[in-house]
């Protein structure tokens, strides 16, 4: 299917497993240029890599914590020509309900929702 998206620019949060990265493989399908993003450099060069030879669009990576930010002020700089947002990023760290202090509950919330 053509969804004429060729020469797009996708940024697509939480990229490197998961939905996410089903999502960046979709697009990248399609002919669209995708921003790989995680937390760690590691995991987006190892999905940068992997992609880039099945790849009809550009695969490009940013590493670092959307959720700052200051991060995504870098990423911006850096990419400022984004299209598409596809914003899959979320956090979870397994606590019970009354060990979750306010502060923890107030980013889960803001990076989440």
């Given at each position: 299917?053509?969804?004429?998206?060729?020469?797009?620019?996708?940024?697509?949060?939480?990229?490197?497993?998961?939905?996410?990265?089903a999502i960046a493989t979709a697009l990248l399908e399609e002919g669209v240029d995708?921003?790989?993003?995680?937390?760690?450099?590691?995991?987006?060069?190892?999905?940068?890599?992997?992609?880039?030879?099945?790849?009809?669009?550009?695969?490009?990576?940013?590493?670092?914590?959307?959720?700052?930010?200051?991060?995504?002020?870098?990423?911006?700089?850096?990419?400022?020509?984004?299209?598409?947002?596809?914003?899959?990023?979320?956090?979870?760290?397994?606590?019970?309900?009354?060990?979750?202090?306010?502060?923890d509950w107030r980013r889960f919330f803001?990076?989440?929702?």
């Amino acid at each position: 299917m053509d969804l004429k998206l060729t020469n797009k620019c996708a940024l697509v949060t939480g990229s490197t497993a998961g939905i996410g990265l089903a999502i960046a493989t979709a697009l990248l399908e399609e002919g669209v240029d995708v921003i790989i993003n995680g937390r760690k450099q590691d995991s987006v060069d190892k999905v940068v890599a992997d992609l880039t030879p099945k790849a009809t669009g550009k695969v490009l990576g940013y590493a670092g914590d959307l959720s700052l930010a200051e991060e995504a002020d870098k990423l911006h700089k850096q990419y400022p020509d984004v299209d598409i947002l596809i914003n899959n990023l979320g956090i979870f760290e397994p606590t019970a309900f009354e060990d979750i202090s306010d502060d923890d509950w107030r980013r889960f919330f803001d990076i989440n929702v």
